[in-house]
Every structure is written in structure tokens, then in C-alpha cells.
């Protein structure tokens, strides 16, 4: 949790802003950013392909598989929402 102070300068009119405490981040925070870049990794990792046995041979099966269409765009989301979620909370107050 941040504190901020804010102090007026008289002779400029100018408000200057100083910040004092914690970082903008807590642990909690961080392991949420962690756990969305895990999930995101794992989406990528089953979206990869695998070598063919044979080069000149299209295997459509191998290609169009329900891992590689839908369930790994479905990680790579849900990682997203993960890392949006970990930015945007706010730490607990104490």
C-alpha cells in the first residue's frame, strides 16, 4: 500500500508529490503474474507442433486437433485474463 504527501509550493503554485511506503505491487500480485504466465506458457507449449514422420505427407488429424485449435487459444486467453486481473488488483488493506 502506498501513502502519498502532497505538498504546495507557495512560491509556484506547483503541487509537488512524494511517495512514501510500499511498492506498487504486493506478493499476492506478483504470484498471480505467475501463475497467468504459467498458464499462458502452456497454451503456447500445446499450441506448438510436433515433427511429422513424414515431411511430405499432410496429416490433417495432427494439424486441426482439438488441443491445437481450441483448447490452446483457450489458455492463452485465460492467461491474459489472468495477468489483467493480477495488474488491476488492489493489495488488501492492513
Known amino acids: ?10 512560491a509556484t503554485g506547483n503541487n509537488v508529490t512524494k511517495t512514501t511506503g510500499n511498492s506498487l505491487f504486493t506478493k499476492d500480485n506478483y504470484m498471480w503474474m505467475v501463475a497467468g504466465l504459467v498458464v499462458m506458457a502452456l497454451g503456447f507449449f500445446l499450441m506448438s507442433g510436433g515433427k511429422s514422420a513424414d515431411p511430405n505427407v499432410f496429416n490433417k488429424d495432427e494439424v486441426y486437433s482439438t488441443t491445437r ?6 489458455l492463452i486467453i485465460a492467461g491474459l485474463l489472468i495477468e489483467i486481473f493480477a495488474i488491476m488488483k488492489k493489495p488488501k488493506e492492513s
Open 1 to 10: 500500500m502506498a501513502t502519498v504527501k502532497k505538498q504546495t509550493e507557495a
Open 69 to 74: 485449435i481450441t483448447i490452446a487459444p483457450i
